[in-house]
Nanobody, 123 residues
Framework: QVQLVESGGGLVQAGGSLRLSCAAS????????MGWFRQAPGKDRVPVAA????????YYEDSVKGRFTISRDNAKNTLYLQMNNLVPEDTGIYYC????????????????WGQGTQVTVSS
């Protein structure tokens, strides 16, 4: 299995940027497709981005297209989410997740989860 630890969250003003990281340990990182999820206060956890095992394919939720970029460094066992032009609606706990089956779309079903990192965007 794989263990996931997120970092990089914080408080930022609207229009600002943050870069989230997710460090993976355990089995070979490149064996897993990866995703980022957001859970806003009082709401369900929803997928915002996904990336294939090779990093060659990426998928985004409509509200973050053009603002967020998901990437991975398989040599460093690390997943990233670059978030630009943040808006208050981006506020929530961000989770990274791993799945053994590769992704061909913005997936919801993952096998492993991190503990989450808080992102707060003030207006």
């Amino acid at each position: 299995q794989v263990q996931l630890v997120e970092s990089g969250g914080g408080l930022v003003q609207a229009g600002g940027s943050l870069r989230l990281s997710c460090a993976a340990s355990g089995r070979t990182f490149s064996s897993y497709a990866m995703g980022w999820f957001r859970q806003a206060p009082g709401k369900d956890r929803v997928p915002v981005a996904a990336i294939s095992k090779s990093g060659g394919s990426t998928y985004y939720e409509d509200s973050v297209k053009g603002r967020f970029t998901i990437s991975r460094d398989n040599a460093k066992n690390t997943l990233y989410l670059q978030m630009n032009n943040l808006v208050p609606e981006d506020t929530g706990i961000y989770y990274c997740a791993a799945r053994r089956v590769d992704v061909g779309a913005l997936a919801r079903l993952y096998n492993y989860w991190g503990q989450g990192t808080q992102v707060t965007v003030s207006s």
